[in-house]
């Protein structure tokens, strides 16, 4: 079983209004933390925001936050204002208290293009 | 360095031959985790390090890849006898330890191309 499904292979959104990318994911472990990383043309991987499995309040970080709703196991990614820059593919990734070493595992990502 | 560096930036192997990525990690991170990201895809979880130690290679795909810290610092990864179905961007990536919210620093990849 998929242990991150990411549902939107590719999504367009105007240059700044707010785009949601959806992710769930698949766990028994009751300790675990969740990740979302931009993925530019360039190759690398920067990471965005953490949402931990007992985290009380929904992490934000400046112009994105994480809609964390642990009942339906989803953490969805919001990016408000968007910016041309921000077209790129943005995965979803968990990592779990009982894999070695909290290794991460990856959803197929989403790739978002910011139409101006 | 400032970051996670990996070269070559780019491979390209004719089928058969062997080839090796080097990964450079963030000085001081005790883990180091490769991952093989398939074109249009998410990367997934080749193998892991916690220092010089091969804790977890359960995602490696055949006999044929290996890899090793040997000094707990830079690390390779060794494909032999290359096929097509291992071109792939090959990415390596560093934390400081194992803590669920220890964020995990990336290098921009090897692009490997099997010919």
């Known amino acids: 079983a998929q242990k991150i499904t990411q549902t939107q292979p590719g999504m367009f959104v105007q240059e700044k209004e707010a785009v949601t990318l959806d992710c769930t994911y698949d766990?028994?472990?009751?300790?675990?933390?969740l990740f979302w990383y931009k993925q530019p043309s360039s190759g690398e991987m920067i990471f965005l925001i953490y949402?931990?499995?007992?985290?009380?309040q929904n992490a934000t970080e400046g112009r994105y936050s994480l809609n964390f709703q642990k009942a339906r196991k989803s953490a969805n990614l919001v990016i408000s204002a968007s910016q041309l820059g921000d077209s790129a593919m943005y995965f979803c990734?968990?990592?779990?208290?009982?894999?070695?070493?909290?290794?991460?595992?990856f959803g197929g990502g989403t790739r978002v293009l910011v139409k101006p | 360095g400032a970051g996670v560096s990996q070269s070559p930036r780019y491979k390209v192997a004719k089928r058969g031959q062997d080839v090796a990525l080097r990964c450079d990690p963030i000085?001081?991170?005790?883990?180091l985790f490769w991952y093989q990201q398939a074109l249009g895809q998410g990367p997934e979880f080749l193998t892991y390090f916690q220092n010089e130690a091969q804790l977890d290679k359960s995602g490696l795909p055949s006999d044929r890849f290996f890899a090793e810290r040997p000094e707990g610092s830079v690390s390779t990864l060794k494909i032999q006898r290359t096929q097509q179905e291992d071109s792939a961007v090959y990415l390596c990536a560093s934390s400081r330890g194992e803590v669920l919210n220890t964020e995990a620093f990336f290098g921009q990849g090897t692009r490997l191309t099997v010919v």
């Open positions: 766990t028994s472990d009751p300790s675990y933390g």
């Open positions: 949402q931990g499995s007992y985290d009380q």
């Open positions: 990734a968990m990592r779990e208290k009982k894999a070695a070493g909290n290794k991460l595992t």
């Open positions: 000085s001081g991170h005790v883990s």
